[in-house]
């Protein structure tokens, strides 16, 4: 009887240590699903051109891959602000690019100089963030490294521009501003893939064709398209209903081929301005036909680097932007900048690599913005 009683415990104590063993291997499999679908959502970003049918759904499903991101990013590590040399009310470089091409001139960069430029900020730590989430004030970047907004303007066919290889397939030449980007950032998954286009109306970066699937690529792989005016207008003497046809058409064009992207930030056509004040408002929102527009960014040419969008200073709507080039920038190129950054004579954003934090050094305390609308909790250290 005692016999057959111990026998009973052992079989229950065997039995319960099967049941626990079996739990550890289910949550030690939903652990891996989880990171394997993180690790998908990184290995699928760039969406193949020739092979795309919709690249709009591709990035939907690249969206959910986001959402699965940040949300093991709620467990974010907390690094010492202070040991990245965290400035989160720092300077933020909106590069300005306009024709990739040969040979190199004032508003030329060569396509070696580009991938050059992109390797150099890359080996400086800076990574690219989209007009959005600068402008509203949304940096997600690690600890320790620096924003930096990347435009082009005109939408040359030398920014994004298809040819035929060999085999007669058309691919994204290699040495356009898009071909350039997507190379780097798959060499480089840690340098983002962002960027905005700012266009004008008629044919986007050239080839009738392609306008449409060039559009949608630029979208589709998480870069954005801008408005540059439809006929690249002079604002200066415009009045309202002039100045709302101009950028009201270039958004219901795009509407046109992508109804369900907003175009929400502009780039001054020539940096002009409306010479009334009280014209300004229709820079930032106005309507044409049947198309209400709502620019959350609006971009000069410039010469400087522009403020943190936590700094007390910082007007989303008057955003100055640096020359993307070395030749006649009179000492304000981005190389000058960059110069200065390293210097110290400049102080850049430099990110504290939290989603829930404004870092910088308490003796700045005066040029953070206390008023703004965030989430993110000032840590002066
Ligand atoms: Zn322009």
Same mark, same amino acid.
């Given at each position: 009887m005692v016999k057959m009683k =111990?026998? #009973?415990v052992i079989l229950l104590i065997i039995l319960l240590f099967t049941l626990v063993s079996c739990q550890d291997q289910q949550n030690d499999s939903v652990e891996e699903n989880g990171n394997h679908?993180?690790?998908? =959502?990184?290995?699928?970003?760039?969406?193949?051109?020739?092979?795309?049918?919709?690249?709009?759904?591709?990035?939907? =499903?690249?969206?959910?891959?986001?959402?699965?991101?940040?949300?093991?990013?709620?467990?974010?590590? *907390? *690094?010492?602000?202070?040991?990245?040399?965290?400035?989160? #009310?720092?300077? *933020?470089?909106? #590069?300005?690019y306009h024709h990739i091409s040969e040979p190199e001139d004032t508003w030329v960069r060569t396509p070696d100089n580009f991938r050059q430029d992109l390797q150099n900020l890359y080996d400086l730590d800076f990574r690219p963030v989209s007009l959005e989430d600068y402008a509203k004030g949304k940096i997600n970047l690690e600890a320790g490294m620096k924003p930096v907004v990347l435009t082009f303007d005109d939408g040359r066919q030398n920014n994004f521009n298809m040819i035929e290889d060999q085999t007669g397939e058309w691919i994204i030449d290699p040495d356009s501003a898009v071909g350039i980007l997507v190379d780097f950032h798959e060499e480089n998954p840690d340098f983002p893939l962002e960027a905005t286009f700012f266009i004008n109306g008629g044919t986007p970066f050239g080839q009738e064709e392609f306008v449409r699937d060039k559009l949608e690529f630029i979208v589709a792989n998480g870069m954005d398209i801008g408005?540059?005016?439809y006929t690249h207008a002079n604002f200066t003497d415009l009045d309202a209903e002039e100045l709302q046809r101009e950028l009201g058409r270039l958004t219901k064009m795009v509407r046109e081929y992508l109804p369900d992207y907003d175009v929400n930030t502009l780039a001054l056509p020539f940096g002009s301005r409306p010479g009334k004040e009280e014209l300004q408002t229709y820079l930032h929102r106005g309507g044409y036909d049947d198309i209400i527009y709502e620019h959350i960014a609006i971009l000069e040419v410039?010469?400087?680097?522009?403020?943190?969008?936590y700094h007390i200073n910082f007007d989303p709507l008057k955003i100055q932007r640096v020359r993307a080039s070395e030749m006649n920038v009179d000492n304000v190129g981005m190389y000058d900048w960059i110069n200065h950054f390293e210097t110290g004579n400049r102080r850049p954003f430099i990110s504290d690599g939290s989603k829930n934090t404004i870092s910088f050094p308490k003796e700045h305390y005066e040029y953070f913005n206390e008023s703004m609308e965030t989430d993110r909790k000032a840590n002066p250290f």
């Open positions: =111990s026998f #009973l679908d993180y690790e998908n =959502s990184e290995q699928e970003d760039i969406i193949e051109f020739e092979e795309d049918e919709d690249p709009i759904e591709d990035h939907e =499903s690249d969206k959910e891959g986001e959402e699965n991101a940040s949300q093991e990013d709620t467990k974010e590590e *907390v *690094v010492n602000p202070e040991e990245v040399n965290a400035n989160e #009310l720092g300077d *933020v470089m909106v #590069l300005m408005n540059h005016s410039g010469w400087q680097p522009y403020f943190s969008p």
